[in-house]
C-alpha cells in the first residue's frame, strides 16, 4: 500500500455528512406555474385557458409574428459570426428602442444609459441592483396589486417594498385619490413603481391627466420612478401607451424604464428586454453605465442574441417595421374586440371596456374560481386575473355562461 492511500481517511457514511443544502427550507411553488401545468394536463376539449399570460390569435395559438419571421429568415443569411456581443448587448438594437420608448423628439441622449437584457425581468433585476447600489435604505412604493414577481425581484435584491392602495375591487378601476394620498407621505428619495401601460394584473391605467398628476408629485417629492413597459402597443396603440411616460420623462432629473419585446414582438421564448435609465447629467450618466455593466457581469455576463437581433433588423427597415406596426395594431384590435364581446354579452364584464392590455381582474373568490376549473375547465389564476387575449370567438361563450353560473 502507498503512504498516499495509508493517509486516506474513511468517508463518512451519508447519514453522518452534514450536507451543504441541510438548511435549505422548501419554496413554494409559483401558483401560476402550477396552473399551467394543470391545464396541460387536463385532456377535456372543451378547456379554456385564461391564466397564462401570452397573446393568442382567433384560434388560440401563439403565433410568429410575419415581421419577426422575415427578420429571423435575414438574420440567418446575415449572420456570420457567433461571437460574444458584449455585456451591453445589441448596441444599435437599444439605439432603435430609444425613440419608440421616448420618442423620435427626445433630445436627453446624453443623459441616457442602459443597454440589453434578457427580457423584462432581466432589466428589472438591474434596476433595482442599481437602486441598492446608490441608496440601500430606499422603500419601493407600488400600487397594489402588482404583478407578483416584482415583490420577489425586489425582496432578492435586498430592499423594502411598501405597498399603497391602487385598484378598486368593488368598483374595478383606480382610486387614484389614494394613489397620490399615499404618495404625498413618501419620504425623499424613495423610489415609485409604475406600469407604463396596460397594468399586470388589473388592466387599469393612468389617464394622461393622471400622470400629470403624478409627474407633480414625483417631482416635488424627490421620488425616483421605475417604470415597466411591457406591452407598449396593446393598450390604445404604439405612440398612445407610452404619452404618459413621456410627460414624465420630462419632468424629473432621474428615472428607470425596463422594456419588454416579449409581448409587442410575440418574442416569449427570447427573453428581449432592455433597461434605461435616465440620470441628471453625462457625467452621472457615465457612472450608472458602468454599475450596470458590472451588474450584467455577474448575473448573465452577455444577453442571447437571437431576439434583439430580429428587432434591430425590425427597426432598421422601413418595410418590416411598417408590417410589424399592423400586425400589432391587429393584436390591440383583437384585444379590444374581446373585452367589447365579454361587455356586450353581460353586464358583469362592463367594466373591462375602460380597462386596456390582455388582463383583467374577475371579484371570484377562490371558490368560485376552484369550481370554474373543475366543472367548466377554465384556468385562470387565484386572483381572479384573466387573460382577455387568451379568449377565442368560439370560448367566449361558454366563458361567460360558465361565469354567469357561478356569480
Not at 397573446?55 to 422575415?70: E, I
Not at 430592499?159 to 404618495?183: C, G, M, T
Not at 424629473?252 to 428581449?272: A, Q, W
Request: charged content about 20%; hydrophobic content about 40%; some cysteine.
Amino acid at each position: 500500500m502507498t503512504a498516499y492511500a495509508e493517509n486516506i481517511t474513511e468517508r463518512p457514511s451519508h447519514s453522518e455528512k452534514k450536507s451543504v443544502f441541510s438548511n435549505l427550507k422548501s419554496q413554494p411553488a409559483d401558483a401560476l406555474l402550477e396552473l399551467i401545468a394543470l391545464c396541460r394536463e387536463d385532456t377535456r376539449e372543451n378547456k379554456i385557458d385564461v391564466g397564462v399570460g401570452v397573446f393568442c390569435d382567433d384560434q388560440g395559438h401563439t403565433p410568429v409574428m410575419r415581421a419577426v419571421k422575415a427578420a429571423e429568415i435575414q438574420l440567418i443569411h446575415e449572420q456570420n459570426t457567433k461571437s460574444y456581443l458584449g455585456s451591453a448587448g445589441d448596441i444599435e438594437f437599444f439605439r432603435r428602442l430609444i425613440p419608440v420608448v421616448f420618442g423620435n423628439d427626445f433630445k436627453d441622449h446624453e443623459r441616457l444609459s442602459g443597454l440589453q437584457t434578457p427580457g423584462g425581468t432581466g432589466a428589472l433585476r438591474l434596476a433595482f441592483d442599481l437602486i441598492h447600489a446608490g441608496n440601500p435604505n430606499a422603500d419601493i412604493h407600488y400600487g397594489n396589486p402588482t404583478w407578483v414577481n416584482h415583490l420577489q425581484i425586489i425582496a432578492n435584491t435586498g430592499l423594502n417594498s411598501i405597498s399603497h392602495p391602487f385598484y378598486n375591487r368593488e368598483k374595478r378601476q383606480i382610486d387614484f385619490d389614494a394613489v397620490l394620498d399615499d404618495l404625498k407621505q413618501v419620504k425623499r428619495g424613495d423610489v415609485i413603481l409604475l406600469h407604463g401601460c396596460c397594468h399586470n394584473p388589473t388592466g387599469c391605467d393612468f389617464t394622461f391627466d393622471q400622470w400629470k398628476a403624478l409627474s407633480e408629485v414625483i417631482s416635488q417629492k424627490g421620488l425616483l420612478p421605475v417604470i415597466d413597459l411591457a406591452y407598449q402597443g396593446l393598450g390604445d396603440g404604439l405612440e398612445e401607451d407610452v404619452a404618459g411616460l413621456r410627460w414624465l420623462s420630462q419632468q424629473v432629473d432621474e428615472m428607470i424604464v425596463t422594456y419588454s419585446c416579449d409581448k409587442n414582438f410575440g418574442l416569449y421564448r427570447e427573453r428581449t428586454g432592455a433597461i434605461f435609465v435616465l440620470s441628471q447629467n453625462a457625467e452621472s450618466r457615465k457612472i450608472v453605465q458602468s454599475n450596470l455593466i458590472a451588474s450584467t457581469r455577474t448575473h448573465w455576463s452577455m444577453p442571447p442574441d437571437h431576439g434583439a437581433a430580429a428587432v434591430r433588423i425590425i427597426l432598421e427597415n422601413e418595410a418590416l417595421y411598417d408590417s410589424w406596426l399592423t400586425e400589432l395594431n391587429a393584436m390591440q384590435q383583437r384585444i379590444s374586440g374581446n373585452r367589447q364581446s365579454l361587455a356586450k354579452a353581460d353586464s358583469y364584464f362592463a367594466p373591462l371596456l375602460q380597462q386596456k392590455g390582455m388582463f383583467s381582474i374577475l371579484p371570484l373568490s377562490p371558490e368560485q374560481i376552484k369550481k370554474l376549473r373543475i366543472e367548466n375547465a377554465i384556468y385562470m389564476a387565484p386572483s381572479g386575473r384573466i387573460n382577455v387575449a387568451g379568449l377565442t370567438p368560439t370560448t367566449i361563450d361558454p366563458f361567460v355562461k360558465a361565469i354567469q353560473k357561478v356569480i
